[in-house]
């Protein structure tokens, strides 16, 4: 009841109606009031209703994932300062230090806004705090080991926590989140297929913009607008280190290849090379490849997904190409079930593909080729489990896992797909819905 109140409360003082109305707030961002996005029929706006209390997350969600995190816990206590693993255990990522025992109630301790996350989180234990100095008197019995997101911390930071618990034996806390991460509960397989809603309205929207001469920036800045009309986010989380993540990629013919240094297979320029994201100045041409491969983003969570378009009919080595990719892939679902392990899987991968033409250009071209086929995704970009060599922990039920099998032509451009789907106890469910065909215009 505490929070309901809290949550009202910040809502009234802060939810003030938009001049002129939600008709008016929509006219002004150039959304057409009746039909949604554009106009295309039948698509629908967010409104401020479904904006407001979409991701407060039930307390009986928290005790759920507090659980699956203390079947991996072997330290005391975790000390957790990362937003992302805050925020799946309290609810709310305002900044402080979250107290993670292995018994009990946590401790939030919170520096801005300890007002916020009393209205967002339904933790028990939430107080304020302003030096890390005040952490001994607020945490008096922090345990004898404490696990450190030591992935993802910064020294700086964690040497100015550690030195306040000079009785606790620190340890990497890291990879207990990221196990316990890796199995979703229905709530959040549900944020995730709302995201992955938000792609194939986006991939949908795509044959009707394209035109022949038109630049990848403003495809892109198309797809960021369906998307953000659609609930999305703004923000993909990424947890590597100096791995950094916009919208993803619109990549025209041979952006598709281009150099890059990000962990994935599909190419791209950009604008500037401080930032190279989504979509440069090449310019679309007919018969040459356009593939996307965007992520969608809701309360948090991430759906992905790629889609291959053109101008009038791609050459025959790249129908040809996609069609294996779709055979390919076809044959991995059929591979994702529990108690299949994610290593073996790729391996069997490689082996068929290996007896085809396309061994050199499968997941990249040259320098980009990876070693992976799947990643998991969730609160993050790139979570565990991974269909890459040697990962030999089998696959759970409910595993939420991106897909992502694509051919590279140099000089040329890509062809391939990417779904998200989730790890059921008999067929996996995919919840990028849309055909993945390469839709011709």
């Known amino acids: 009841m505490r929070d309901l109140q809290a949550r009202r409360s910040l809502n009234r003082?802060?939810?003030?109606?938009?001049?002129?109305?939600?008709?008016?707030?929509?006219?002004?961002?150039?959304?057409?009031?009746?039909?949604?996005?554009?106009?295309?029929?039948?698509?629908?706006?967010?409104?401020?209703?479904?904006?407001?209390?979409?991701?407060?997350?039930?307390?009986?969600?928290?005790?759920?994932?507090?659980?699956?995190?203390?079947?991996?816990?072997?330290?005391?206590?975790?000390?957790?300062?990362?937003?992302?693993?805050?925020?799946?255990?309290?609810?709310?990522?305002?900044?402080?230090v979250l107290w993670f025992p292995r018994e009990g109630e946590p401790v939030l301790a919170v520096r801005k806004s300890y007002e916020?996350?009393?209205?967002?989180?339904?933790?028990?234990?939430?107080?304020?705090?302003?030096?890390?100095?005040?952490?001994?008197?607020?945490?008096p019995n922090p345990g004898k080991t404490l696990g450190f997101e030591l992935d993802v911390v910064?020294?700086?930071?964690?040497?100015?926590?550690?030195?306040?618990?000079?009785?606790?034996?620190p340890v990497d806390g890291s990879p207990v989140l990221r196990k316990a991460r890796g199995v979703k509960t229905p709530y959040e397989v549900d944020c995730i297929r709302h995201a992955a809603q938000q792609l194939d309205r986006a991939f949908l929207d795509i044959p009707s913009q394209l035109r022949e001469g038109m630049?990848?920036?403003?495809?892109?800045?198309r797809i960021e607008f369906v998307m953000r009309s659609a609930g999305h986010q703004g923000l993909t989380r990424v947890r590597r280190f100096n791995m950094e993540m916009h919208y993803g990629a619109a990549s025209f013919g041979d952006t598709a290849a281009y150099p890059h240094s990000f962990d994935g297979p599909v190419g791209v320029r950009g604008l500037y090379t401080a930032v190279p994201a989504m979509g440069g100045r090449k310019q679309l041409r007919r018969g040459e490849p356009v593939i996307v491969d965007i992520v969608g983003g809701y309360a948090g969570y991430i759906a992905d997904g790629t889609r291959v378009y053109s101008l009038g009919p791609l050459p025959q080595e790249l129908t040809d190409a996609h069609a294996f990719?779709?055979?390919?892939?076809?044959?991995?679902?059929?591979?994702?079930?529990?108690?299949?392990?994610?290593?073996?899987?790729?391996?069997?991968?490689?082996?068929?593909?290996?007896?085809?033409?396309?061994?050199s250009k499968f997941m990249g071209a040259g320098e980009n080729q990876v070693k992976f086929v799947a990643h998991s995704v969730g609160l993050e970009l790139d979570e565990l489990p991974v269909i890459a060599p040697k990962y030999e922990v089998p696959f759970e039920a409910n595993t939420v896992m991106a897909v992502e099998p694509k051919i590279f032509f140099p000089g040329v451009g890509g062809v391939g797909t990417e779904n998200t789907y989730v790890i059921r106890d008999g067929a996996p469910e995919r919840l990028t819905t849309c055909a993945q065909e390469i839709y011709v215009v």
């Open 13 to 96: 003082r802060f939810a003030a109606p938009s001049p002129g109305g939600r008709g008016a707030r929509d006219r002004r961002l150039g959304i057409d009031c009746e039909n949604g996005v554009g106009s295309g029929a039948g698509q629908e706006t967010m409104t401020e209703q479904n904006m407001q209390l979409l991701d407060y997350v039930p307390r009986s969600e928290l005790e759920t994932r507090w659980a699956r995190v203390r079947r991996y816990m072997e330290c005391d206590a975790l000390i957790v300062l990362h937003n992302v693993g805050i925020y799946y255990l309290t609810g709310t990522t305002q900044s402080g």
């Open 116 to 139: 916020r996350a009393k209205a967002e989180s339904t933790l028990n234990n939430i107080v304020p705090f302003r030096s890390y100095s005040e952490l001994p008197s607020l945490i």
């Open 154 to 169: 910064p020294v700086s930071t964690y040497e100015q926590v550690v030195k306040h618990f000079k009785k606790s034996t």
């Open 215 to 221: 630049a990848e920036i403003d495809l892109g800045a």
């Open 325 to 359: 990719i779709l055979e390919l892939n076809a044959w991995i679902e059929e591979q994702l079930r529990p108690g299949e392990i994610p290593g073996d899987i790729y391996t069997r991968i490689l082996e068929r593909v290996g007896k085809s033409t396309y061994a």
